[in-house]
């Protein structure tokens, strides 16, 4: 347990800016049920609910007993939304926490991917420049293509080789692993991928894993995609404690039960295999290319 | 194979609207490397990477012929992100499908959480109104306190009524399953939802399972928050071909690798069951209330 100091949740005040933000939005034109008499049992019926929810976690210290984590994450253009909606939903999950999107300003971000459209566009809550001088997670997203912008992208560079000396934990999931190796954080550590690509941080001075997430000192990458959870969970027992990791895997129902044994290259059937190996030639490509002319220009 | 038709993806138009978007993407002001050499060849790198990701998907007949899906995600204030994203991520992973966010309105809704702020709220796409008259998969998110407050809703419960004869799945996750039971749709169906509350769909009608994802004819209903990737996986199956779905799940790199095995309140420690069962306590007698209410309504 990694509990070097005591922070009570203020639960009084947080439950009275929740009842504030809820009757706002159940007096908003459009919101259907506002004004009538069941509306007003329902509302009463969900503060009711609330307020028993923030009583209970305030008596609970084996949960509220630690330090504030501050925790940064890098959003861009091109980036996959479960990469970071994984970790983040872990990490919202901690009670005690500050979380910046972090970006070089505050408008949104696409995460366009090949042939596909943004559904969900991300608006970063902090600037680089904005950002706490001090992370106790730095986290680095991937997607295809925006890894490839970014790993030549200058701001992107300067902010993540600026901020990892500062920061407890040095992390990403998927493509994300090459960003940071981009920046010359991954030299000599071994380091997690997506599994089409994992190979390649090899161009970039690191020691490719297979591992679901890999730890190396105060780096800690994850594999592909779904792995962000399975990242987040081990960042959140060494902010808090395995028995907090646990009540938060409970708390997202985290059983997983795949219906087919097929989410790694060894174990899918070769025809999925091929097809994505076919689709992600052309990424090796690039990746490879990028990554040599990072590294000879480095 | 649900293989009824054939529509082969017109790659050169997606992948002319990428590149174009990609060029705007890289000279927009801030994007750090937009004018210099290095951004020429890195955005020269990217355009080859997508040109043969497009290409490679168009060659694989296995995985481009089937019919367009259409898919209705509804989304509304205090729902869990997460609960979305899961199943989000792999409908996006489907080459021929449409996809529409769906509440009243287009403004964006929050999602806070007891205690926590909206770090990402979400757009909707289209309105209840103007929602396609049929659609493949009628999706419903779960999260509170959202949950209570769309269980007595009248738009929410007019949308839902109005549209699951006109779908060929009617699914949520997570405690969306209440939010279709208080519309009337799990009457007499077997239905999964969050495992703190799942035993309370009774008050609905429906028949509590406390499976990952629950099938009962139309009706698929998944479990708490992470199910949704599961459940997305099963949905994908029946739209395309099991082959198909284990491609997406490859492309997710979904292997589950749970640090500890506490994702189920048989098997979590009692300290953290018991935890997040005084934190559910209050949802368990408003859930009830509302339900009753909306029965006797009904």
């Known amino acids: 347990m990694q509990r070097r100091d005591f922070h009570r949740l203020s639960v009084a005040a947080i439950f009275g800016g929740l009842l504030a933000r809820q009757a706002s939005a159940h007096h908003a034109p459009g ?54 909606v994984g970790p983040l939903t872990v990490f919202e999950a901690l009670l005690n926490r500050e979380i910046h999107l972090l970006w070089k300003d505050r408008t949104p971000v696409d995460n366009a991917q ?98 679901r997430v890999c730890v190396d000192r105060n780096r800690i990458t994850g594999g592909g995609v779904t792995a962000g959870i399975d990242f987040g969970l081990k960042i959140a027992a060494d902010l808090t404690s395995p028995l907090y990791a646990q009540a938060i895997q409970l708390y997202l129902e985290y059983a997983p039960a795949p219906p087919y044994d097929a989410g790694r290259p060894e174990t899918a059937p070769a025809e999925a295999r091929e097809f994505l190996e076919g689709m992600f030639a052309g990424l090796r490509e690039s990746t490879t290319a990028i990554a040599r002319r990072v590294r000879a220009g480095a």
């Open 31 to 84: 919101h259907g049920a506002g004004g009538t008499a069941a509306a007003t049992r329902n509302q009463r019926d969900i503060a009711s609910s609330t307020q028993a929810h923030l009583d209970a976690i305030g008596r609970h210290e084996a949960f509220t007993a630690f330090p504030k984590a501050t925790i940064g994450l890098v959003v861009y253009p091109g980036m996959f939304v479960q990469d970071l």
């Open 114 to 211: 090949p042939g596909t459209p943004t559904l969900l566009p991300v608006t970063p809550t902090t600037t680089f420049d904005a950002c706490p001088e001090r992370l106790d997670v730095l986290f680095v997203p991937g997607g295809v293509p925006g890894t490839l912008a970014m790993m030549e992208d200058p701001d992107m560079m300067a902010f993540l080789k600026r901020m990892a000396p500062n920061s407890r934990y040095v992390t990403s999931v998927c493509t994300g692993s090459f960003i940071l190796g981009a920046a010359g954080l991954l030299e000599g550590y071994r380091a997690a991928s997506y599994w089409a690509v994992a190979d390649l941080l090899s161009e970039l001075g690191a020691i490719p894993s297979d591992e």
